[in-house]
Every structure is written in structure tokens, then in C-alpha cells.
């Protein structure tokens, strides 16, 4: 199974420019983004982390002959009872405005500082979700998946921009093994940085995002991003997998569903299914449905 789209390098070149050339746009009409802004004080709502809650390396241990399904349910029901690292809880702020069809609009989104991970903040794992598994932790705590747009606009303003750091494709690539592979060389390359935990982090996985592309679409998970240093994504939108394909690049960024719009607290699903106000987060028009449907 292929691990991302190819596409014809030249090709892929000029959609990839004439992309960034849209987001330079939005950027310059925007006033830029600011991850540093003082709106506000947003932190994810998950209880603290037990004092006898278990290190990612105790529960690779346990998860490693476990199928996805039940992989999955452990990593939801750690990251609920806040198992998680400490710099987890605050909320980064990415602030921009926009010109639109009543003049400029100033917007505010809040985004986890990190890709999900589980564990303590000396012993923690990235951990790889299928879009129902993170969409039972974003209904459970008042968050979203972020759009294609805003994971542009989360590269950009990110602290530290990560390397990619692709592993060759393989039926290993959604096996436990190859998930702490990848985060042992991510944790390398976050100590060579020499910044420690602290700051906006991107880069390094790609999202699972919401998009138009799912409009009347179920089964599928849509990916999206895995920035280069030069700005150019290793991922354009992809919605060639079945939802049940969670390999070791893909990565869970959460955002609040409380956006600001000019100042008014707005949901983000109220305004992505808004043909006027969805160009303010996504560049594909109006997404009708921004979440994935949970089984019942």
C-alpha cells in the first residue's frame, strides 16, 4: 500500500508554488500569524496526569500484541484520564486576520503544542490514531481536527520546524515497533535542536485532517501535510486509504472547536459549514462534515 501519492515532479512543483504563493498571500492580507498572542488563555480539558499513571515504554509492553482496535481503546482511555506530557495542557494561540466580504476579520484558533503523545515527559510516545479514535478524544474534550489551511498555518508559526524523517515503506510501517522506531528518531532530533519540549512543534508527522474531499465520503481518512524545511509538504491532501490504515507517520494535532471570529467565540463546525466564513480556516470551501462518524 503506498505510503503517500506521486505525482510528477515538476508537476507536483508548480501545485506545490503556486500553494505556497496562495498562503504567502493569505499571510501578507492576514497581518501574519502569531502563535505568541495573548487571546486566550486556552488549555485542554483533561484531568491531571495520575500520579501512578504508567510510562510510555510500560505501555508499549502491554500494547505490543494487541490488534489496532484494542491498541486503540488503551490509548483512549490513557489520554482521557490525562496521561499525557505536562506541556500538553496549555493551548498555543495562531492569531491572523483576513480581508473578507465585510472587510478584514481577525481569527484566532488554538492548537495542542504537539502531535498527541502518551506517557510522562521523560517517557512518552507519539501515538499513530485512526480518525475515530482521535475523534472520540476531540468529542470527549471540546476539540477538532484541523483543516489542510491550518495546518499550513501551524507549520508557519511554528517554534521548531522539524526534519521529516521518513522510514521506507513496509508492511511494519503500522506496527508498535515501527511507531517507537520513529519516535526514538524523533526525540533525536528534538535533542540536537537543543530546545527541549518547549514551543509550537511541526513538521515532523503528517495530520489527519478534515476537508471537502471527505464531502459524502465515509470509510476514508484524509492526510495532509509532513512540511520540508523549504515550506513544501511531502503530503499533499490524500484520501486513498481506508480509515483503519494508521501507519507511523501519521500524526494527531487537536484544535479547540471554540474559534474567534473578530472577537466572537464561534464553533469551528458552525463556521467551516458557513459559505461565507470557511474560506477563514480552509482553502478547499465549505467542509459539510468536519469530524468522522463514529460507529454506534
Known amino acids: 500500500m503506498p505510503e503517500y501519492k506521486v505525482t510528477k515532479t515538476g508537476d507536483r512543483r508548480m501545485v506545490v508554488v503556486s500553494r505556497w504563493l496562495t498562503i504567502f498571500l493569505l499571510v501578507t492580507l492576514w497581518g501574519g500569524c502569531d502563535s505568541s498572542s495573548p487571546s486566550l488563555d486556552v488549555r485542554w480539558n483533561l484531568p491531571e496526569r495520575p500520579s501512578d499513571a504508567q510510562v510510555a515504554s510500560s505501555l508499549v509492553d502491554e500494547w505490543a500484541e494487541l490488534d489496532l482496535e484494542a491498541r486503540e481503546e488503551g490509548a483512549i482511555n490513557e489520554i482521557l484520564a490525562g496521561n499525557v506530557p505536562s506541556w500538553y495542557r496549555q493551548l498555543v494561540p495562531i492569531k491572523a486576520s483576513r480581508s473578507g466580504s465585510q472587510g478584514f476579520v481577525v481569527v484566532t484558533f488554538h492548537v495542542l503544542p504537539d502531535y498527541l503523545a502518551v506517557g510522562s515527559d521523560d517517557d512518552f510516545l507519539y501515538i499513530p490514531l485512526s480518525p475515530q479514535a482521535a475523534q472520540r ?10 483543516t489542510p489551511l491550518m495546518v499550513d498555518l ?108 473578530d472577537g466572537k467565540t464561534m464553533d469551528i463546525r458552525d463556521v467551516l459549514a458557513d459559505p461565507d466564513l470557511a474560506r477563514l480556516f480552509s482553502s478547499e470551501g465549505v467542509v459539510l462534515k468536519p469530524f468522522y462518524e463514529l460507529s454506534q
Not at 474534550?141 to 484541523?146: N, V, W
Not at 522539524?162 to 503500522?174: D, K, N, Q, V
Open 154 to 261: 501551524v507549520w508557519q508559526a511554528a517554534d521548531n520546524q522539524f526534519e521529516p524523517r521518513p522510514i521506507p515503506p513496509s508492511p511494519a510501517m503500522t506496527t508498535l515497533r515501527v511507531f517507537v522506531q520513529h519516535n526514538q528518531m524523533l526525540t533525536s532530533q528534538r535533542d540536537s535542536l537543543g530546545n527541549g519540549p518547549s514551543g509550537l512543534r511541526a513538521g515532523h508527522k503528517k495530520d489527519v485532517v478534515v476537508t471537502s474531499r471527505l464531502n459524502g465520503v465515509d470509510g476514508k481518512v484524509a492526510i495532509y501535510g509532513w512540511h520540508q524545511t523549504d515550506g513544501i509538504p511531502i503530503q499533499p491532501v490524500y484520501t486513498g486509504h481506508t480509515d483503519r490504515w494508521v501507519d507511523y507517520s501519521h500524526g494527531i494535532r487537536l484544535v479547540s472547536r471554540d474559534v474567534l471570529v
Open 137 to 146: 478524544i476531540a468529542d470527549t474534550t471540546g476539540m477538532s481536527l484541523p
